[in-house]
């Protein structure tokens, strides 16, 4: 039993920001990856960053230098900090994670529920 819970969308104007929080709970032995994507309506999902192999970070074009994602080890949570957010911005938000389970031997990938962030003024 291995959930992710996203928190900290809403509405926010334009060049606002906001922060996203994930939460990775159950019997949780190491996560070998995690990040966010999103998906805006009639859209694919795409990456918006993530952590990667070897503790680096990659984002999506469109978001970098306004995005950085960050985590708590200790906590099992990774976040996003969004600035100067726009219009195209708006999407739902959701947290990625593949999970090694105690006394598994490989990850699987986990979902969170998504988060809606909309970027209006």
């Known amino acids: 039993q291995v959930q992710l819970v996203e928190s900290g969308g809403g509405l926010v104007q334009p060049g606002g920001s906001l922060r996203l929080s994930c939460a990775a709970s159950g019997s949780i032995l190491r996560i070998n990856r995690m990040g966010w994507y999103r998906q805006a309506p009639g859209k694919e999902r795409e990456l918006v960053a993530s952590?990667?192999?070897?503790?680096?970070?990659t984002y999506a074009d469109s978001v970098r230098g306004r995005f950085t994602i960050s985590g708590d080890n200790a906590k099992k949570m990774v976040y996003l900090e969004m600035n100067s957010l726009n219009p195209e911005d708006t999407a739902v938000y959701y947290c990625?994670?593949?999970?090694?389970?105690?006394?598994?031997?490989?990850?699987?990938?986990?979902w969170g529920q998504g988060t809606q962030v909309t970027v209006s003024s």
């Open positions: 990625n994670a593949e999970i090694t389970r105690i006394g598994g031997f490989v990850g699987h990938d986990y």
């Open positions: 952590f990667v192999s070897g503790g680096g970070t």
